[in-house]
């Protein structure tokens, strides 16, 4: 399942990046990589989400401007329109926002061509982030400039909105897993700022921070199965832990003393970066699976690149990057 990554991974070219270096693959654990290929018509792309099929989401662009697209796991590629895909469940089912009438995007789910509006108000504009198997969905309603709230629209009650508890104005859900628990965030600016898990009825579990500096004190990136895989910066440096949800116990991750989390599987693999190098200034896309670590292979040429998301049975993974030539989308196999 995906963070928000979408069309400012189009724009990946203009960071500042540090050298891909190579790491020590460690036994158990081997991935191939392949470039997604472009649709027609376009020069750049990005993906966003993986299904456990290996389908991706994602967006490309070309002289029409950005589209939405499905890369299919037979090698088909669908073109979405205006519809901009977050993440991808079950049955092919998409979930992202489409343009609103008032120029605000809407949170809606595309399934067999047609797009269909989320319900909510949301006088700002609204986006689905995240799918479960079940096809609960997880996402925001902008009330405002400064309102936002984090909800879950339950797969049994098609026309419903959760909303997510939370005393501040500003809220965002990022993933919701198969094990009934969402997390997100609460607070838009330090030090104000928290991360947060809930359940999927609206149900706060616990949340992290804010610390000292105003700073979540653990940072929340992916959650499945009820395992969220995070950063612990509650004891000075940095550590990358595996939680429990519902206990809050943290595990650390073996081999990750430098790592730093993008997803995990329904398993408990992991992909993810790891600072290598005088400085920690090489940045080595990663994954960690079984007590075991390889480095992600990159395509010949490319300049940069990282992983984004991960399919629940840890199978495929997907990552965007970019060469001397344009931003690409990147899909891996792993065994």
Same mark, same amino acid.
């Given at each position: 399942?995906?963070?928000?990554?979408? #069309?400012?991974?189009?724009?990946?070219?203009?960071?500042?990046?540090?050298?891909? +270096?190579?790491?020590?693959?460690?036994?158990?654990?081997?991935?191939?990589?392949?470039?997604?290929?472009?649709?027609?018509?376009?020069?750049?792309?990005?993906?966003?989400?993986?299904?456990?099929?290996?389908?991706?989401?994602?967006?490309?662009?070309?002289?029409?401007?950005?589209?939405?697209?499905?890369?299919?796991?037979?090698?088909?590629?669908?073109?979405?329109?205006?519809?901009?895909?977050?993440?991808?469940?079950?049955?092919?089912?998409?979930?992202?926002?489409?343009?609103?009438?008032?120029?605000?995007?809407? #949170?809606?789910? @595309?399934?067999?061509?047609?797009?269909?509006?989320?319900?909510? !108000?949301?006088?700002?504009?609204?986006?689905?982030?995240?799918? %479960?198997?079940?096809?609960?969905?997880?996402?925001?309603?902008?009330?405002?400039?400064?309102? =936002?709230?984090?909800?879950?629209?339950?797969?049994?009650? /098609?026309?419903? *909105? *959760?909303?997510?508890?939370?005393?501040?104005?500003? !809220?965002?859900?990022?993933?919701?897993?198969?094990?009934?628990?969402?997390?997100?965030?609460?607070?838009?600016?330090?030090?104000?700022?928290?991360?947060?898990?809930?359940?999927?009825?609206?149900?706060?579990?616990?949340?992290?921070?804010?610390? =000292? =500096?105003?700073?979540?004190?653990?940072?929340?990136?992916?959650? +499945?199965? $009820?395992?969220? !895989? !995070?950063?612990?910066?509650?004891? $000075?440096?940095?550590?990358?832990?595996?939680?429990? #949800?519902?206990?809050?116990?943290?595990?650390?991750? /073996?081999?990750?003393?430098?790592?730093?989390?993008?997803?995990?599987?329904?398993?408990?693999?992991?992909?993810?970066?790891?600072?290598?190098?005088?400085? $920690?200034?090489?940045?080595?896309?990663?994954?960690?699976?079984?007590?075991?670590? +390889?480095?992600?292979?990159?395509?010949?040429?490319?300049?940069?690149?990282?992983?984004?998301?991960?399919?629940?049975?840890?199978?495929?993974?997907?990552?965007?990057?970019?060469?001397?030539?344009? %931003?690409?989308?990147?899909? @891996?196999?792993?065994?």
């Amino acid at each position: 399942m995906s963070r928000r990554v979408g #069309a400012v991974a189009l724009a990946v070219a203009g960071l500042v990046l540090t050298s891909v +270096a190579p790491a020590v693959a460690a036994p158990g654990v081997r991935c191939s990589v392949a470039k997604l290929p472009l649709p027609d018509g376009t020069t750049a792309a990005s993906v966003t989400d993986v299904a456990d099929d290996g389908s991706a989401v994602g967006i490309a662009a070309g002289k029409s401007g950005p589209h939405g697209y499905l890369w299919r796991a037979d090698g088909t590629i669908t073109d979405l329109g205006a519809f901009d895909p977050t993440a991808i469940g079950p049955g092919g089912m998409i979930v992202g926002s489409t343009p609103g009438e008032d120029g605000h995007g809407r #949170a809606a789910v @595309w399934r067999d061509g047609t797009a269909t509006v989320l319900p909510g !108000a949301a006088d700002r504009g609204s986006d689905a982030v995240d799918v %479960n198997r079940a096809g609960d969905i997880t996402g925001v309603l902008s009330t405002s400039d400064t309102s =936002q709230r984090a909800v879950v629209w339950p797969h049994d009650r /098609p026309r419903s *909105v *959760v909303y997510l508890d939370s005393k501040e104005d500003f !809220a965002t859900a990022v993933h919701i897993d198969d094990g009934g628990y969402v997390i997100g965030s609460v607070g838009d600016v330090p030090p104000n700022v928290a991360e947060v898990v809930w359940r999927t009825d609206g149900r706060e579990v616990r949340r992290y921070g804010p610390d =000292q =500096q105003g700073e979540p004190s653990v940072v929340l990136h992916d959650v +499945a199965r $009820g395992r969220i !895989a !995070a950063m612990d910066r509650s004891g $000075g440096e940095p550590r990358m832990v595996v939680l429990d #949800a519902r206990t809050g116990r943290g595990e650390p991750v /073996p081999l990750a003393e430098h790592g730093s989390p993008t997803a995990i599987s329904d398993r408990g693999t992991i992909v993810g970066s790891e600072s290598t190098g005088e400085h $920690g200034l090489d940045i080595v896309p990663t994954i960690w699976s079984g007590g075991a670590k +390889a480095a992600l292979p990159g395509p010949d040429g490319a300049l940069f690149f990282t992983p984004v998301a991960l399919g629940g049975t840890g199978r495929f993974a997907v990552g965007n990057g970019h060469d001397a030539a344009a %931003n690409f989308a990147l899909r @891996w196999t792993c065994r």
